[in-house]
């Protein structure tokens, strides 16, 4: 079995944990780094991220880790969480968490799991694709923006705020979610647009069928406004041009060792409800279990 391991070299814990992978896995699988991991292993043969050739690749880091590396690599991603939240994880490298998910992985006990990613253009240019969402914010820092939304090119509505957020289900979790749009379980396919900090305090996220193409063109040419895919860089949009959103063709792999998504989330304080007994005081808070 050939194996990629990649890190962040720049989150603390992440390259120990990344020489504790090399250390589990030596001997017992072929092993590549990425150039970002070499210093886990400066023996060990290294490839930039793009060319790593892998049945599985190792990433260890936060969420921004992950999805760094899905826009880099078509390989099944397994994610190895050094972070804090660390939505898309559900190994935890401390020990022993790591070492028996690398046992598991080389018994061949794990599933893959796919997910959809969404493509855009800014006019008639391609953006990278994206496995969270993309952010289309006012390019000046406190001014609300005016945006059109189109739906399959027909004009659906109009919205002053900071943004617009464009999400998978993936990424219902995270920026979307902070701007109080749904959860919505990756197994449903479907595309959220949440505003950021609307005009209207009642403005509400809509949850949209995938095969549509969503429009965003914003109407203040004197203002300026930017693209985020993944919180990875910004694209400018011309004045005048519409951002079109659209199901990507490409999908996000995972491998998966058997956590469902809603036990992913305990504990991250993200689920809508308690997860412990009478945590929230309410009726029947002191009844015993069972009652």
Known sequence: MKIGLTANPSKPGALAIARRAVAALSGRADLILSDQASAAAPALSHAPLEQLAADVLVAIGG??????????????LLPVNAGTVGVLAEVDGRAPGLEGAVARLLRGEYFLEERMKLAAQVGPTPVADVTNEYVIHSGRVGRLAYFEILLDGRPAGRVRADGLIVATPTGSTAYSLSSLGPVVDPSVEGVVLTAIAPFRVE????????????????????EP?????????EVRVPAGQTVT???????????RLGS?????????????????????GGAGADLPPGA
């Open 225 to 233: 406004v930017v693209v985020l895919p993944d919180g990875q860089e």
């Open 260 to 280: 469902p998504f809603l036990e992913s989330l305990r504990g991250k304080r993200i689920l809508p409800w308690s997860e412990v007994p009478g945590e929230e």
């Open 63 to 76: 969420d921004g880790t992950f999805l760094y590396a899905l826009r880099r690599s078509s390989v099944p």
């Open 203 to 222: 403005a509400r996220a809509l949850v949209i069928d995938p095969l549509r193409r969503i429009g965003i063109r914003p109407l203040e040419r004197e």
């Open 245 to 255: 959103i659209h199901r990507s063709p490409h999908q996000a792999t995972f491998v």
